[in-house]
């Protein structure tokens, strides 16, 4: 068992919910190391500051089980990218250049990405593997709570847990758009890469499939 301070306490738990997903107090005090009491204590403080809610599922056999998940109001305890400005220079951009307008800068965006990946990636010669596991520490690093994993068919999955550029990614799907395109070229010729899970679509995440075409 750990004795740490309530707030990092909570925000362990915040973000167990945020990676992970929905889940019972019983799971999360597995993932966490400490007691469920101490767990739904923590629950129970995140509730009453409006970061967590709940909802009682119904189980074939014995008690409902009490399930917590994120509320809308903790996205403001993970890193937004200065969210705010960047919506209204996308706006501005719009509103100025037009959707073209908008278009051509989005495309110039993903051009100079690119050019910065390639020179923190592994080239083409390296296993699809470590290119995936460099592109997941990068995206990690720009604050996409980025993980990845092997499936067992050999397909490799990016998970993105939070979005940095959530507000200005609803504002223009070209964003996201412009992500696939830069994966596809960054990882190499003889990939392909599928979003399987799109946060602005509701998901709770965003997810790639990547895989040898």
Not at 22 to 32: E, G, I, S, V
Not at 88 to 110: D, H, N, P, Q
Not at 122 to 148: C, I, N, Q, S, T
Not at 151 to 160: F, K, P, T, W, Y
Request: aromatic share 6%.
């Amino acid at each position: 068992m750990r004795t740490e301070r309530p707030a990092a306490a909570q925000d362990r738990v915040l973000f167990q919910l945020k990676t992970k997903g929905p889940r019972t107090a019983a799971q999360l005090a597995q993932h966490l190391d400490v007691t469920p009491m101490a767990v739904r204590q923590h629950l129970y403080a995140l509730a009453t500051a409006g970061l967590v809610v709940h909802a009682d599922e119904r189980r074939r056999v014995g008690r409902p089980a009490r399930i917590w998940r994120l509320a809308p109001a903790a996205e403001a305890r993970f890193p937004d990218s200065h969210a705010e400005l960047a919506v209204g220079m996308l706006a501005a951009a719009r509103a100025t250049f037009g959707e073209k307008g908008l278009s051509k800068l989005l495309s110039e965006r993903t051009r100079a990405q690119l050019a910065a990946y390639r020179a923190r990636l592994p080239g083409p010669e390296a296993p699809l593997e470590k290119r995936v596991a460099a592109l997941a520490d990068l995206r990690r690093d720009e604050g996409y709570m980025a993980e990845w994993s092997r499936e067992r068919d050999g397909s490799l999955l990016l998970v993105e847990n939070h979005c940095p550029i959530w507000a200005t990614a609803r504002l223009c799907e070209g964003l996201c758009g412009g992500e696939i395109a830069l994966f596809r070229s960054v990882l190499g010729r003889g990939v392909s890469v599928e979003r399987t899970e799109h946060l602005v679509k509701g998901a709770r995440r965003c997810v790639y499939r990547i895989a040898r075409a």
